[in-house]
């Protein structure tokens, strides 16, 4: 069991590579958009010099982790290895798949669904405590060296590497090239958060006790209750305050109500939720 609970980061890992380089073999060169990140650098001097795609990224993904090595360490080193040499041969490979260019022609489509698959693709790779290697380096390199933020640096970085392929893409390609970073950093944080996110729920009734011990014993949740001040009588009392999964909100709705019509209820999207109950298993007493 433990072994297999090893080899699941490292599936995760070659499955968000595949997905990455699949939404580049399929849609990003046949085409012809522009992204950002090693792939854009990649097209740049595609262009600039004939260098094959595949081989540019191969040969700078190797450097990236070298300059890793010797900043970050090898920890770092290590979760990035597999990517820096899996993604550039993936994607050689699927490159030479027939028919795997001609999947669409609209670049609408093809914008779509490479934002689509290279942010779910980066979000698993992340997900598994790894990076995708190339550019996601400099940034982390310039963030212990100087403190810029990864997100600030990975932002210039990409807007650099766009503007780059400006000088032999049309302006429409540009636009798309926009849309593509967009969609991907979009579906990026979507990945990262999912399963993650819950549902938090403030409730403020005379009848706390027992909308309290309805909480703990029929929804099998954990309450805390926190002090509050009325602001116009001054008064104080308890708020039930409980987190819980999104598709239970609808339950305690409906249980609170019949423990109390009048109760007031605050009901906000928490992003991510960790300990006892959600990333550790409950206790009992």
């Known amino acids: 069991m433990k072994h297999l609970q090893k080899l699941v980061p490292i599936g995760v890992i ?11 073999a399929a849609f990003i060169l046949p085409n012809h ?7 854009g650098l990649a097209l740049f001097f595609n262009y600039l010099a004939g260098v094959p795609v595949a081989a540019f990224v191969g040969a700078f993904n190797v450097l990236m982790f070298l300059l890793g090595f010797w900043v970050l360490g090898k920890n770092f080193a290590f979760t990035t290895l597999l990517s820096t040499f899996y993604y550039p041969l993936i ?20 914008v779509l669904y490479a934002g689509g698959l290279i942010g779910v693709g980066m979000g698993l790779v992340i997900r598994a405590g790894a990076s995708t290697g190339g550019m996601d380096i400099p940034p982390l390199v310039l963030q212990k060296k100087t403190g810029i933020p990864v997100s600030v640096s990975l932002y210039v970085f990409d807007c650099v590497i766009l503007v780059l392929q400006f000088f032999f893409s049309n302006g429409e390609q540009v636009l798309y090239g926009i849309l593509v ?16 996110s819950q549902t938090q729920v403030q409730i403020i009734s005379q009848k706390y006790e027992e909308i309290n011990d309805m909480i703990q014993t029929r929804m099998d949740r954990g309450t805390t209750l926190l002090t509050a001040e ?12 409980t987190v819980l999964g999104n598709r239970e909100l609808p339950r305690l709705s409906a249980w609170v109500n019949e423990i109390d019509p009048k109760a007031f209820l605050i009901v906000s999207r928490a992003n991510e939720v960790r300990g006892r109950g959600f990333t550790m298993g409950k206790v009992y007493r």
């Open 230 to 241: 009325t602001g116009h009588l001054r008064q104080q009392i308890p708020v039930v305050m």
């Open 181 to 196: 970073v967009i969609i991907y950093t979009f579906v990026l944080d979507r990945v990262l958060l999912l399963g993650k």
């Open 33 to 39: 958009l522009i992204t950002g990140g090693t792939t």
């Open 14 to 24: 070659l499955l968000g590579n595949t997905a990455y380089a699949f939404a580049v």
């Open 91 to 110: 994607l050689s490979v699927l490159q030479q798949i027939p028919g795997i260019t001609q999947l669409t022609r609209d670049p609408m489509l093809a």
